[in-house]
């Protein structure tokens, strides 16, 4: 539009034309009214971008302290010698876990002898005595070795307790002057008096961890006992008559000699101990994204490692995507080939109208129905073929699977249907034509053209499925452990934790600002992070790979 | 199927034709397996919540349940059978019969007895307060969007946000409505804090569908009444947004079903497990926007996993159930069924 500007002799009255051409100008901060009703519009397009800033800023500036915390939390761990006893406690805890196995064993085989055998419950225990003694000494050469342990756990934590009286002290303290620089006088005298009043210990910990540095020495005596003790009995290893139990019982007697052969290891790891190693970043980030305990609130250590619950998420995921793909690709090739257009009307409303069903009331169904079908289904004993039958839990990742599996199945269908949609008419013609079958056609033809479609749209419902979050709090078990891959196919069985379940479940009991706060944001961050890797990587698949325009 | 196509199939031999049936069997199998994995859960709850919701005699709705707070359910032995009691009749109860009562065992289910009302009350302000800042953020960005934007930087970075925002998972937008709202901002946890929360979570549904509506007005309709004078402002107000509106609003209800149906970011900025007052019970009209509310689906998180699984409880497990997801559902299917006689009525 062609702006004349206005004849510097103002009397003479403007012609029509340029009065309906001229802009008017200024009349809101020196924009025309469109331009200004513009910059509105555009200020408005713009808050997708500030709503994506402000997630990003909000979770990033409460997850970012977590590192220095955490740093500090693995300070005190070393400086009051507790990394020292873990050390110990990670011997003490193998022996138990053999000890466990033998017990194991022995169940087993008393179950065999009473239920197989059919013998009454005192012959059986006659049998099993050779047994019980064997498992009864290998048990008691650990005794002295756990005493020293509670001992210097005892020592351990007084010292970290004392830290923490002493920190705890000196925040106060510091609140105490803080408060005082900002009162009037007379009240910041006796703030500051109070401050004064407040007597933080310092503690000296290269001093204090003498104690605990001298049982080095007894863990050592008692090292070489327990093995001087261990070696005959090792020696001495009954026989079961049942093969499979014998072969547990090899097993037992290997990790056995891996133990004994540990603990000279731990004996030299305790001596090569330093209290004085700083922590660094590295090893405080690595806590986070490699540590293999969650453990809040712990009168001993807590640890913040996320792999428990990423592998829970993980685990859920696959097995929910296992079962949607199938029925979702099937059912989008299915409607979108296969049906009549009458079933085409009614199916694929019914399909998307599943993503109405609000996550929460899947959860609330898994909880009172199926958890329970699914233990039922599992005690049956044609069933019994499936690794992982009979279930324990009632809620385990399996059942929060299937119902993110009925979750997903909409996204994926819906996408892949719209993918199946864009394959040119031409293409699917062209083939016919050629004398190809349907059958044919659809398989080799219409679903690899379709492909990149359909690898986008499963891999928005992987995203789907790790976001989501009612359901895996409600059905998923909640047991914060790294699943147990080496049982099998039956480690989906297992009760486990997730990312969003965690942040879910103890967001709202937590301290703000506590280290505990901090690790959340960053699960928060970490599942984010995952999302927009996932969205990126779909983007970019379905860009790469689109089909040339016919 | 075309004539051609199946007189082709049927020259061909048998084993491919068997092929052929026996996949597409499957990938029907598949497709109905879903639908009915589907329909399992809609009439599990649907028979077992509608027995709680509905009653045989008049009035035929379960009232109470419908209209009375949440109370705690006290279950004792009284003259020889098993008497079942809300907190407060059990509360005049024991006042009464105090001498009889002595000794008796009483067992407590929170939450089991009464109704849900203020929580159908805390979820309907919730939707109504969000999906109001929804549709206006939403609205006016998708008019920048179709009717202003140039391909650009600018743009294609809007349209990324837009995208990614879409796939941040629900409990992100909790964990930032947390920590933003609630604790930066210092709003608590509060019916604002959610309005906030819930709004910017289902903003990329709105601004995608409320974008598409003003596309598939013609441009025919702009550049006339931009011929006749009108400024783009008045253009887009009188010859697109009305042609839109119907669209924009089809899609929104899409969003209320969403914003109805989460859980997770409303857990720590709105969500209340137990409040005595009912919202508008409040001092100065102020702290009506700084309340947290009891909400449905917070609702059947607490009763599904904070108590357990028995007679007592199964009432208003399944009610609470059956009306949460049947009031979303009927919310889904207005969407999809107007969205259908949309498409017919509107055909440019």
Known sequence: MPYTAAPAAAPVRLPTRE??????????????????????????????????????????????????????????????????????????????????????????????LTGRLQLAPTEATRRLATFDVFAERFTETDIAQEALLGDMTELA??????????????????????????????????????????????????????????????????????????SPIAASTPRLDDSVLQQRLEKFQRLAVAYIVGVPLTEKKMAGWDQSRPVTWLESFNAFAFGRDWVTASFWQDWYGILPLFTGTLLIAVLALILAIPLGVAAAIYVNQVATPVEQRLIKPGIEFISAIPSVVLGFFGIAVLGETLRRLSQLPALDWVPGFPISERLN??????????????????????????????????????????????????????????????????????????????CAG??????????????????????????????????RNTIHYRALFMVGVVLFLLSLLINWLAQKIVRRYRLAPA | MNPANSAALRARSTKARWM???????????????????????????????AVVFRRHAPFINIPFLTEAPETLNVFEWEGRKRTMGDREFRTFRAQHAAELKGVQVEAYVYSAGGIFPNIVGTILLVLGSIGLALVLGVLSAIYLSEYAVDGPFIRFVRLS?????????????????????????????????????????????????????????????????????????????????????????????????????TAPIMFTTAFVVRDELPWQVKQWTDFFFQGVMA??????????K??????????????????????????????????????????
């Open chain 1, 19 to 112: 009065a309906l051409l001229r802009r008017r100008r200024g009349w809101i901060f020196g924009l025309t009214g469109d331009e200004f009703v513009k910059f509105v519009f555009q200020g408005n397009a713009a808050i997708s971008v500030v709503v994506l800033s402000l997630i990003t800023f909000t979770i990033f500036r409460d997850a970012v302290d977590f590192l220095p915390q955490n740093r500090e939390n693995l300070r005190i761990y070393r400086l009051a010698g507790l990394e020292l006893v873990d050390l110990l406690r990670q011997q003490v805890d193998d022996h138990k876990a053999l000890s466990r196995y033998l017990g194991a064993i022995r169940q087993s085989e008393y179950a065999r």
């Open chain 1, 157 to 230: 934590s007084g010292l970290k307790e004392r830290q923490k009286i002493a920190a705890d002290l000196r925040e106060a303290k510091q609140n105490y002057l803080a408060a005082a620089r900002t009162a009037d006088p007379a009240r910041a005298t006796t703030l500051r008096r109070q401050a004064e009043a407040i007597v933080v210990e310092e503690i000296d910990f290269a001093r204090e961890i003498q104690p605990l540095l001298g049982r080095r020495a007894d863990v050592a005596a008692g090292n070489a006992r327990l093995l001087a003790a261990l």
């Open chain 1, 397 to 474: 990742a399996s059942t929060a699977a299937c119902l993110l599996a009925l979750i997903s199945i909409p996204t994926i269908f819906s996408l892949a249907e719209d993918a199946l949609n864009n394959v040119p008419r031409s293409f699917k013609e062209a083939s016919l034509a050629l004398g190809a079958t349907r059958l044919q056609t659809v398989l080799r033809i219409i679903v690899p053209a379709a492909l990149s479609g359909i690898t986008a749209a499963i891999l928005l419902g992987f995203g789907r499925v790790i976001g989501e979050t009612m359901v895996v709090l409600l």
């Open chain 1, 478 to 511: 909640n047991r914060i452990e790294i699943p147990n891959l080496a049982a099998g196919l039956g480690v989906v069985f297992e009760p486990v934790h997730t990312m969003t379940g965690i942040i879910a479940q103890e967001l709202g009991e937590v301290v």
């Open chain 2, 20 to 50: 052929e049936w026996g996949v597409f069997g499957l990938l029907r199998v598949a497709t109905y397996f879903v639908l009915a994995c589907a329909a399992v859960v809609f009439l599990d709850i649907g028979i077992k919540g509608g």
């Open chain 2, 162 to 262: 837009i995208l990614n925002l879409a796939g941040v998972p629900s409990i992100v937008y909790g964990l930032f409505g947390f920590g933003f709202f609630v604790i930066l901002l210092g709003w608590n946890v509060s019916l604002l804090a959610g309005w906030f929360t819930l709004a910017f979570m289902v903003l990329p549904v709105v601004i995608t569908a409320s974008e598409e509506a003003l596309r598939s007005v013609p441009g025919g309709y702009r550049e006339g009444s931009l011929a006749l004078g009108a400024t783009k402002l008045q253009a887009i107000l009188t010859n697109v947004l009305p042609y839109a509106l119907p669209g924009i609003l089809t899609s929104s209800v899409l969003a209320i079903a969403r914003v109805a149906g989460e």
């Open chain 2, 296 to 305: 449905l689906p917070y609702h059947i998180y607490v009763v599904a996993s």
């Open chain 2, 307 to 348: 108590i357990p699984q028995n007679q007592y409880t199964h009432d208003v497990q399944y009610g609470t159930a059956f009306v949460f997801l049947f009031t979303v559902a009927a919310i889904a299917l207005t969407s999809v069924v107007l969205r259908t006689r949309l498409r017919k009525k509107y055909r440019w």
